[in-house]
């Protein structure tokens, strides 16, 4: 029915990184693909690139009559949807996902396009086809998406089957209309915005909710931030602080709003200032381990967005595995701007306002 609020619920599963690491394969990778977790911002014409080895909220959608069902990551960083598909014979990627077939589906046509999105460590290549796609009750009618016939061997490791973007159009690959661009075209949500919840417990919780806000999962007010450019949901970043101090983004900075990359990421100078800053030492595969017992006394890091402040305590920004605690502020290159991801999500509630082209921000509960 029109009009409605939907609420999807999001799934957090192992992110690639964690699924290798498990299985002693973590280093082998890293050698053979170095880590670019910038590299969904390196622009190569006019195809996004979307990052790999962090992905991991996800939930589950269906696509075709009858429906056929895929977990996808719902990704604020990168605008097309893409699934599997069963032309998809020689990855070992689609082998172990469920793969779409539109022969089964009575309203399904083809679109006539490749779709290309490169990754930092290979890329996906498929068809553009158009279906009726499923959001959490939610029919979206002729949807354009990508049936991938290629995909990168990390795809093996992701938890989901593929991605739903909800960036804006004008970095969609072949510049097809993302998913929320139609519900909200279709009359099919309240109102032009999204919001996004990440639980701090590990697994359940999380939601996106389309069309409305879920103020039980926020307390105080809702702090708007003017877009600085409506492609990714990017934003003024001023600077960023320890105890006053100016640690990073000196003079100011870019920034996006990224669910779909699980750490703070920026360039290379200003994070490995801040994990100083945090008493963090960088080991050989750029990760910046900490002691477990320091960090009740570990300062906090301070984000000023558009001249407010969003503070993030080392219970957040700490986390830990099986052996060891490490920082979530990972190293971007060269690249200027910053993504501010999973990290900085679970702590602040996030409302993407494609309309106004405004982010909203609440202290997340």
Known sequence: EPWCVLVMPLMKGKTARERLMERGKWDEYRRKHPYSPMAKFMQTGTEPMTNDADLSYYGVISIGTPPQSFSV????????????????????????????????????????????????TGSMNGYLGSDNVEVGGITVKNQVF???????????????DGILGLAFQSIASDNV?????????????????????????????????FGGVDSTH??????????????????????????????ACSGGCQAI????????VGPNTDINNINSWVGASVNQYG??????????????VTFSLNGS??????????????????TGFGQGGTE?????????????????????????LAKSV
């Open 73 to 120: 990551i719902f990704d604020t960083g990168s605008s097309n949807l893409w699934v599997p598909s069963v032309y998809c014979t020689s990855s070992t990627a689609c082998q172990n996902h469920n793969q779409f077939n539109p022969s089964k589906s009575s309203t399904f046509t083809w679109g006539g396009q490749s779709l290309s999105i490169q990754y930092g």
């Open 146 to 160: 990508g049936l991938s016939q290629s995909e990168a061997d990390f795809m093996a490791e992701m938890a989901a």
């Open 177 to 209: 209309m993302p998913v929320f661009k139609n519900m909200v075209s279709q009359s099919l949500v309240a109102q032009p915005l999204f919001s996004v919840y990440l639980s701090s417990n590990d697994q359940q919780g999380s939601e996106v909710i």
């Open 336 to 360: 200027p701007l910053w993504i501010l991801g999973d990290v900085f999500i679970r702590e602040y509630y996030a409302i993407f306002d494609t309309q106004t082209q405004y982010i909203g």
């Open 257 to 264: 709003i990224d669910t779909g990359t699980s750490l703070i």
């Open 218 to 247: 926020y307390t105080g007010s809702i702090t708007w931030i003017p877009l600085s450019s409506a492609t990714y949901w990017q934003i003024n970043m001023d600077s960023v602080t320890i105890n006053g101090q100016t640690v």
């Open 309 to 326: 402040s969003f503070t993030v305590p080392a219970s957040a920004y700490v986390s830990q595995s099986s052996n060891s605690c490490s």
């Open 287 to 300: 990760e910046a381990i900490v002691n477990c017992q320091n960090i009740q006394s570990m300062p906090d």
